[in-house]
């Protein structure tokens, strides 16, 4: 595969590439560049997941040596379900079946528990030579990349440990690429600034978009951090109704999208619409179809999300048909993935009971 088409598989769908001339570089340069993401294994997998999920697999079909960090103690110091970590660990059991149900099986990428780091003491000296080069005021700016506020780190200390010890993945990896959310921007650059002080290669840094929750966004006032805005307004399995689950059956996404956040023109953290540019529209030929009565238009199709923001910002487009259209596409996009993980047994116990359906 020519650089120019790596290219073109390593950019897609990104929100941010930091810098863009640095990773035409290193496409030229390294046949096999090492990326990753890390990841918290917090519970069942909603569909902001896939954003990353098909990001990797397009990085994986670009030739990178792809590694999914498994943030167990992450998760845990986070207070990610209960701080149980036997539940943590089975947690990221269900992400691995999500990633195999969409051709990424443990054949094409390189799954790695971060206790097998956190297992090496020279692990923990990098995490303390970060935190000797970082001002403590920047590390508590950057816990917005666990969905905190920095002032969380007075009431529990072990959160102002989180930003090092993602930065020392990053280095202990010895990565080329390290991507995230457009939430983890922060992490990825104190690695970029600390990264000639401690005698290690600079990240690319590669965010990807974050999918709003099907709440929507509460506040937009001046002034509030992008990332603070993410955090808020990203979907989440910790705030009930504002997340699709991948495993979801087609009767309650569209349940959850009749309820979701959806204003007449408004496309500025309009989760339906996201989930269209994000997801539906990534799909190759991807077309949505709009039925609708004569009366309101007749049926419509979409063949690219340009054209469908147009339409639905002009209020050419109601959002109850939007949602409509949006609901079965989006359960005929995860078909695949609802049947590999209600094929199996154990994944199907296992979302029971991150479900809290029953006991353990």
């Known amino acids: 595969m020519d650089s120019e088409r790596r290219l073109g598989l390593v950019a897609r769908n990104l929100e941010e590439i930091v810098t863009l001339d640095e990773l035409k570089s290193l496409l030229e340069t390294n046949e096999k560049p090492r990326a990753y993401i890390g990841y918290e294994p917090s519970g069942l997998v909603h569909i902001g997941w896939l954003i990353w999920m098909l990001k990797a697999r397009d990085l994986v079909e670009a030739g990178l040596d792809f590694i999914v960090l498994e943030a167990t103690w992450h998760a845990y110091i986070n207070d990610k379900l209960g701080g149980d970590m036997d539940l943590i660990r089975s947690a990221a059991g269900l992400v691995r079946k999500v990633l195999e149900s969409i051709g990424l099986p443990e054949s094409r990428v390189t799954f790695i528990d971060a206790e097998k780091l956190a297992s090496d003491k020279d692990y923990w000296g990098l995490v303390i030579r970060v935190l000797k080069n970082a001002s403590l005021a920047r590390v508590k700016r950057a816990l917005t990349i666990m969905g905190r506020r920095a002032d969380e780190a007075e009431l529990d200390s072990s959160k102002i440990i989180y930003p090092a010890m993602q930065v020392a993945d990053i280095f202990y990896l010895d990565l080329d690429v390290a991507m995230g959310g457009m939430d983890q921007r922060k992490a990825h650059m104190l690695a970029r600034d600390l990264s000639k002080k401690l005698g290690f290669k600079k990240p690319v840094a590669i965010h990807t978009p974050i999918l709003t929750g099907l709440q929507g966004v509460s506040r937009m006032e001046?002034?509030?951090?992008?990332?603070?805005?993410?955090?808020?307004?990203?979907?989440?399995?910790?705030?009930?109704?504002?997340?699709?689950?991948?495993?979801?059956?087609?009767?309650?996404?569209?349940?959850?999208l009749r309820k979701a956040y959806c204003p007449p023109r408004e496309t500025r953290f309009n989760p339906v619409l996201e989930i269209n540019k994000f997801l539906l529209f990534q799909q190759e030929g991807f077309k949505l179809e709009v039925d609708r009565p004569a009366k309101y238009g007749g049926p419509v199709e979409f063949h690219s999300y340009g054209e469908l923001e147009e339409a639905y910002a002009k209020g050419d487009l109601h959002p109850l048909d939007l949602k409509n259209a949006t609901a079965r596409a989006l359960s005929e996009m995860l078909e695949p993935i609802r049947r590999a993980l209600k094929s199996d047994k154990r994944t199907v116990e296992l979302i029971k009971i991150l479900s809290g359906k029953v006991t353990r």
Do not use: C, F, N, R
Request: net charge negative; charged share 30%; aromatic share 6%.
């Open 222 to 256: 001046q002034g509030v951090e992008v990332d603070e805005l993410y955090v808020e307004a990203k979907m989440s399995k910790s705030v009930p109704g504002t997340a699709i689950w991948v495993h979801d059956e087609p009767e309650h996404i569209e349940s959850k």
